[in-house]
């Protein structure tokens, strides 16, 4: 009897994924602030693809960001680590731009910004 073939991953193992790469996320510095790249809101999306692939979406602060060539890098390696990820890849956006606003409230607190 033939077995169907598979599709990809499931919807469960999606956003099982997808939440240990926000774990993943959760712990990378810019180093001129002390706040993660996740709260400080400069990631715009993570997509996991059927075959396991991540796709971070993400902008800078500015562009001329002192990081703007190893932070991606960073991201890339360290999601690619992450179980059930079968590759990775980083598209930096500069639209919407990046403002305060798109930050955690847990880290305005950490910065003071009220």
Not at 21 to 35: A, M, N
Request: net charge negative.
């Amino acid at each position: 009897m033939n077995q169907p073939a598979s599709s990809g991953l499931d919807p469960m193992s999606r956003t099982i994924i997808e939440g240990d790469v926000i774990e993943v996320l959760r712990g990378i510095y810019d180093p001129e602030i002390p706040v993660s790249i996740y709260d400080m809101g400069l990631v715009y999306g993570v997509h996991v693809a059927d075959d396991g692939h991540v796709r971070v979406e993400m902008t800078l602060t500015a562009p001329g960001c002192p990081v703007a060539v190893s932070l991606p890098i960073e991201v890339e390696e360290k999601v690619a680590k992450v179980k059930g990820v079968t590759g990775a890849s980083v598209e930096i956006v500069w639209d919407p731009p990046w403002t305060p606003e798109r930050m955690s409230e847990e880290a305005r607190l950490e910065l003071g910004l009220f």
